[in-house]
């Protein structure tokens, strides 16, 4: 019986430190922010100065990227489809099967011409 006695006391033990660590964590606050306000410098990857131009590059560089990918992937998708001649006799050609094939097909071609590739 006083053993009983005694684990159900290490228990309340057990428990009073978990409900102490967890009041001193909450006590603490937000772990990301006090690292933040101990820091003696910006948290911020592109400050106020830049962020503007960031913003700016980021639209130009979408707006030439975006394009010439779409574009790409037209003239290989056109190009898979133009070149491939069904053999007699052949079903005809399944237009999703031939977009992934053409996407693989640009995508092979695009790693093999790659100069560190």
């Known amino acids: 019986m006083a053993e009983i006695a005694c684990g159900a006391r290490e228990a309340d033990r057990g428990a009073d430190a978990l409900t102490a660590e967890r009041e001193a964590v909450a006590e603490l606050g937000d772990p990301d922010r006090r690292a933040a306000l101990s820091a003696n410098r910006p948290m911020h990857l592109i400050g106020p100065t830049y962020f503007f131009r ?64």
Do not use: E, F, N
Request: contains cysteine; proline residues 8%.
């Open 54 to 117: 960031y913003l700016r590059l980021l639209k130009l560089l979408m707006s030439i990227v975006v394009p010439i990918a779409a574009a790409a992937v037209l003239v290989s998708v056109c190009r898979y489809c133009w070149h491939a001649k069904p053999s007699p006799g052949a079903r005809p050609v399944d237009s999703d099967r031939a977009l992934g094939k053409a996407i693989v097909t640009s995508a092979r071609a695009s790693q093999s011409t790659h100069p560190l590739g």
